[in-house]
């Protein structure tokens, strides 16, 4: 016999703290939504915003406002040097808001400049990244575009499996995509357009009482907002690494939670009890040990990226960290008690048995 | 040991040797070597962020190609209608791209319109309004469906002339693609180190002009913006030692004798004072207009105007025949041969502008995947351990068939000859912990069913069975997130997502089909009776 975290199937009534959980993410959306509203919307790195990087890399430690200073007599407006990656590698990154730079006069410039002032230091410019305005806003509007796709697919994915509602996940299909081509004619910003589109598929859902559907994509809106909002209180920046965290965060998301709701719908079946709370609180506990384990290493990967993994993947891994631990947490007390706030009136244990394994 | 159990260990062995076939030439040893010939040509690549190198995105100006076509159809029409003994006057083209020009004498319309139907199909007449004096002023404009037809002609020849500079400039592996729809062209040049070079042959137009110098104009009043008709102010660059370059003003004769679309080769050499120079070589309609154009202009200035910059204008000694001409410039031996390359390549249709670029030097890419590597090994060693400590052999089988995963997804990055990146690297490791996901799935339903009083046969069965359906709804989700990303992403963004669709499938495979063979040989060797090592 292996190890046990958990000696026989727990009972933690998790349903019971749905309310407190609800405060708490509340709590966190209200705060990273505010920190958003203040800064004025996430603060988008050269990927969306369009704008120049120069990674720098000196074989001798060097002071922070010594480069600063030789770098800006280049004379080149709204630029930031800051560290980058760990502490000891001097490291550093310059950032310019402008484009319209040449990068091979930006290059002969920092070498001509970094060479007179900090000669002793050895400076080697590792990567230069520039990425023009149209390109940044066209990013942009793609990584959208994929966020809503995704989630439109997977809810209609969760409908049609666990409901056997396929024409209805269909109709909601067609009809978002209909408003979304009709609000694009209008020609709406496409950060609006993907809000706006967000928030009819969670009332298409409820309408049609796609409530598995509602629960899942409830919950992973939850975990991107959250991760998006303390990306923001930590005011770190967005770029196209940071949407793939994301996309993965989403795909972590949902399969959590269908694990928990494969249960819930077993357990269903299986008419373990008449309470719908009670049984959506025996399907977490017969879960939980799995969701312990499964978070755990994979927290414990993440981690090993997020220390040892460099400069580059930093943020990246920093995002996987925050997203997979809410979603983790969403998973428990966000998907399963909407499940109960929604409860199918009408639809009982014996409602279409869903294919059989 | 049963018939189908059997047919599994085949297929799994089938598979795995398949992936033997697809992962062993990415060692270069073993490509190498006789072994090698008998392999698939495949390999994993590594990203521009692992080996250094460049990438950028090149906008194509397709609307200057189209108003540089529209005067040239402009200048056409002059030429034409004169031939027919009618005269159009000041043929331009204005910034709603409409050719104008003006007809003085309205009775010679009927030929024009004649010559505008027959010889310029691809223009529709916008408007025509009769002047006070009796001018017929038209505006013409082209049809949609010829400036689709030239944008992608531009675009198309642009790509050519990238290719042709890159080839030319010697980059082992570029990879070069046009976006149509955008009329946008992606490079990548792995493993480059003269980045700035690169930029300045790739971006640079390579117009080449012969222009007459008008040695009669008024420098000074030139300035002012009064100049001679059918002329131009223009500058010229004069090296000096240091490397810097002085500007002089010079005016030259607006319409340009020759253009570079006659040469046909571009050299480098040096002259007497070992001074470089680019020799060039015309077709021979090019050499008989540059022999005529020599005689008719000895004594006079000839301008070389590349880009709308004027290198030398040079004086015309005598004649020349045989279709040779050198561009003096006082050049360095670099700026020569890079100038050699653009010329040899052709000019682009358009202007090309650099709308994207990254571009990673050759030490960092090696501490990117020295870190990304040990960060992997780091993470995968502590979740191995883990597993064998927590569920004893079963973490054993979840171990192995964990190494079967990550080596399966390595041979499907092969297979498809796709891109590893940093955030690639990051899928695998993500992939880990998905594929850890699925082991545990199942191993506590296991548990859970021999709690339940089940023998541990029936426990195995009914642990595959349960987790199964589980896994595959949880994994479904998740490729359906990759495809998206894969649709909308581009460059690491992409490579991220096949590694994790691959790694999904692989994981499906392994934890699902392989490792319920290891528990079906162990179980059907043991007593009835005896417990689970889970």
């Known amino acids: 016999m292996g190890l046990n975290i958990l000696k026989k199937v727990p009972n933690v009534n998790f349903i019971g703290y749905r309310k407190v959980a609800f405060l708490i993410s509340a709590a966190l959306l209200v705060l990273g939504i505010g920190s958003l509203v203040v800064k004025g919307g996430p603060s988008y790195g050269i990927d969306f915003a369009g704008g120049i990087n120069v990674q720098l890399k000196f074989q001798n430690e060097i002071e922070l406002p010594d480069l600063r200073d030789a770098l800006e007599t280049i004379g080149h407006e709204g630029m930031t040097v800051q560290r980058f990656g760990m502490e000891g590698d001097n490291e550093y990154l310059m950032r310019l808001v402008q484009s319209d730079i040449e990068t091979d006069v930006l290059r002969q410039e920092i070498d001509a400049v970094l060479a007179e002032a900090m000669a002793e230091a050895g400076h080697e410019i590792q990567r230069v990244e520039m990425v023009g305005p149209k390109v940044g806003a066209d990013l942009r509007q793609k990584a959208l575009e994929a966020m809503f796709y995704a989630v439109l697919l997977i809810a209609i994915y969760i409908s049609g499996r666990f409901e056997q509602r396929w024409w209805a996940a269909g109709i909601m299909a067609a009809s978002l995509s209909g408003a979304m081509y009709l609000l694009g004619l209008i020609g709406i910003d496409t950060g609006f357009l993907t809000i706006i589109a967000l928030l009819v598929a969670l009332g298409l859902c409820w309408r049609l009482k796609l409530n598995y559907a509602l629960g899942a994509v409830v919950a992973l809106v939850h975990d991107v907002f959250i991760t998006v909002g303390i990306f923001s209180l930590l005011n770190k920046e967005f770029d196209l690494t940071i949407v793939a965290a994301l996309l993965t965060i989403i795909g972590y998301s949902l399969n959590d939670t269908i694990i928990v709701f494969d249960r819930i719908r077993e357990n269903l079946r299986n008419r373990i009890s008449k309470d719908f709370g009670e049984v959506i609180n025996r399907s977490i506990n017969q879960t939980l040990s799995r969701t312990v384990l499964t978070s755990g290493t994979t927290l414990l990967v993440v981690a090993s990226l997020f220390i040892f993994g460099g400069g580059v993947i930093h943020d990246f891994a920093l995002a996987l960290l925050i997203g997979i631990g809410v979603g983790t947490y969403s998973s428990i007390f966000v998907a399963s008690p909407i499940l109960l706030v929604f409860q199918p009136q009408e639809e009982e244990p014996n409602a279409p048995a869903p294919a059989e394994a | ?534």
């Open chain 2, 1 to 534: 040991m049963s018939g189908n159990l059997r047919l599994r260990i085949g297929i799994t062995l089938f598979v795995t040797f398949i992936g033997l076939l697809y992962v062993l030439p990415s060692f270069t040893a073993v490509r190498d070597s006789s072994l090698g010939r008998f392999l698939p040509d495949a390999k994993v690549n590594l990203g521009l962020d692992l080996q250094g190198g460049m990438h950028l995105t090149l906008g194509v100006d397709i609307d200057k190609a189209i108003e540089n076509n529209m005067s040239q159809a402009g200048r056409d029409l002059r030429d034409i209608a004169r031939d027919e003994g009618v005269f159009i006057l000041r043929p331009t083209v204005t910034q709603d791209n409409t050719l104008q020009f003006v007809l003085p004498k309205a009775d010679a319309r009927e030929t024009l319109e004649k010559i505008l139907a027959e010889d310029f199909e691809h223009f529709q007449v916008e408007s025509r309004s009769t002047l006070d004096d009796g001018q017929i002023r038209y505006a013409l404009s082209m049809t949609p469906a010829y400036k689709k037809y030239l944008a992608d002609l531009t675009l198309d020849q642009a790509v050519k002339t990238i290719r042709n500079r890159i080839d030319q400039f010697g980059v082992a592996e570029p990879d070069i693609r046009k976006q149509r729809e955008d009329y946008r062209i992606q490079v990548q040049l792995p493993g480059l180190a003269e980045q700035e070079r690169a930029i300045e042959i790739l971006g640079r137009t390579a117009h080449l002009e012969f222009k007459m110098v008008n040695e009669e104009a008024d420098i000074e009043k030139a300035r002012q913006g009064i100049l001679p008709p059918g002329s131009e102010l223009s500058t010229m660059l004069n090296r000096n030692p240091d490397g810097s370059y002085t500007e002089t003003p010079i005016v030259l004769e607006r319409d340009a004798v020759l253009t570079g679309e006659y040469i046909t080769n571009a050299s480098t050499s040096f002259d007497s004072y070992n001074q470089p120079y680019v020799m060039i070589t015309f077709n021979s309609r090019g050499a008989r207009l540059f022999e005529r154009l020599t005689s008719e202009h000895v004594k006079e200035r000839m301008a070389i105007v590349l880009d709308g910059k004027v290198y030398s204008a040079p004086v015309i000694q005598e004649r020349i025949s045989g279709g040779r001409a050198s561009i003096t410039g006082s050049f360095t031996m670099e700026e020569a041969h890079d100038l050699a390359i653009v010329l040899r390549a052709g000019a682009l249709p358009a202007p090309v502008n650099i709308l994207q670029e990254r571009s990673v030097g050759p030490s960092l890419g090696q501490e990117s995947i020295d870190q990304g590597i040990n960060a992997a090994l780091i993470g995968g060693v502590i979740v191995i351990i883990f597993m064998v400590v927590y569920y004893g052999f079963a973490g054993v089988v979840a171990d192995t068939v964990l190494a079967l995963n990550i080596f399966l997804v390595m041979a499907g990055l092969a297979g498809f000859g796709a891109t590893l990146t940093l955030p690639g690297i990051a899928g695998i490791i993500l992939t880990l912990g998905m594929a850890v996901d699925a082991n545990v799935l199942i191993y506590e339903r296991i548990r859970e069913e021999l709690r339940n009083g089940l023998t541990p046969r029936a426990a195995v069965d009914m642990g595959y069975s349960r987790a199964t359906l589980t896994i595959l709804d949880a994994n479904v989700t998740t490729i359906i997130a990759a495809i998206i990303l894969y649709q909308f992403g581009t460059g690491p963004i992409r490579g991220f997502a096949v590694t994790l669709t691959l790694g999904i499938l692989a994981s499906m495979f392994t934890a699902i089909f392989v490792s319920r063979i290891f528990f079906d040989l162990w179980v059907a060797k043991r007593p009835a009776k005896a417990g689970l090592s889970i």
